[in-house]
């Protein structure tokens, strides 16, 4: 049965692993849905958050294919319930009273977003959270109008104490 899978890559920071590592991907068919790649908290080292949509099978054979590879340092599944994962959305909403701008600080509030921009006409804020908040609160934007999205891709760290 196919779901979305969330993968912690760590990796040597050298040209050309992610690269290598979304080719591996693509020759197994997996769409990546979201990726994030930044510096990890040793120096020359790098970690990429993919998350993926796949059977468990499939996953499994992806993951050892990457560890595989000689940058690869570890592979890690993270589920839902040993993991933080969040990402981050920015959007721009259209504005045309008084009344809207009302409505839009409320749902903002309610979603724990930033409001970090304001003209006559839109408002731009940021929301940080799981993917389904983030979906729920694009939905509600919608009838205002939206003008413009920008989102991050899932990041995750392990809940290990």
């Not at 769409?31 to 499994?60: A, Y």
């Not at 933080?84 to 903002?108: G, H, M, N, T």
């Not at 908040?133 to 694009?138: F, G, K, L, R, V």
């Amino acid at each position: 049965m196919e779901k979305k899978h969330t993968i912690a890559i760590t990796v040597e920071d050298q040209p050309g692993v992610f690269t290598r590592i979304a080719g591996l991907f693509a020759r197994r068919s997996f769409n990546i849905d979201t990726i994030t790649v930044g510096k990890s908290e040793k120096q020359g080292i790098s970690k990429m958050i993919i998350t993926v949509i796949g059977d468990d099978r499939d996953l499994e054979r992806v993951e050892k294919q990457i560890n595989k590879l000689i940058d690869t340092i570890k592979v890690t599944e993270m589920p839902k319930k040993s993991a933080f994962i969040a990402e981050l959305c920015i959007i721009k909403v259209a504005v045309q009273d008084k009344k809207i701008r009302d409505d839009i600080f409320s749902y903002a509030k309610i979603y724990d977003a930033k409001i970090i921009g304001m003209t006559d006409k839109t408002l731009t804020m940021y929301l940080v959270g799981e993917s389904e908040n983030i979906e729920s609160y694009i939905r509600l934007m919608v009838p205002f109008g939206i003008n413009e999205i920008s989102r991050t891709g899932v990041t995750a760290i392990s809940k290990d104490w």
